[in-house]
């Protein structure tokens, strides 16, 4: 099993900046990839950004050249760095764990932007 803890998020006005990390522990596998998804009330959860255990990334195109994600603590953080923000990144944010055999997620960080 892995626990997923998350940190991070809040509110910011548009054009700010914020960070969100994950701290994955338990039973990692060494091929992995982790990522955030987010979601608004009545819609689906969707991709923000992911990272696999070898560092390759994919980007919502909405969030390319603002957001970066990254690894660290021997991969089992995932940071997403947030810049740029506008009212439509306004969602709960999610940590994601997948590898070969399962998936598991974090309890989700509300990230608001509004002035």
């Known amino acids: 099993q892995v626990h997923l803890v998350e940190s991070g998020g809040g509110l910011v006005q548009p054009g700010g900046s914020l960070s969100l990390s994950c701290s994955a522990s338990?039973?990692?596998?060494?091929?992995?990839?982790m990522g955030w998804y987010r979601q608004v009330p009545g819609k689906q959860r969707k991709l923000v950004a992911t990272?696999?255990?070898?560092?390759?990334?994919t980007y919502k195109d909405s969030v390319e050249g603002r957001f970066t994600i990254s690894r660290a603590n021997a991969e089992t953080t995932v940071n997403l760095q947030m810049n740029s923000l506008k009212p439509e990144d306004t969602a709960t944010y999610y940590c994601?764990?997948?590898?070969?055999?399962?998936?598991?997620w974090g309890q989700g960080t509300q990230v608001t932007i509004s002035s």
């Open positions: 994601n764990y997948r590898d070969s055999l399962t998936e598991y």
């Open positions: 338990g039973t990692i596998f060494s091929s992995n990839v």
């Open positions: 990272i696999t255990s070898g560092g390759l990334t």
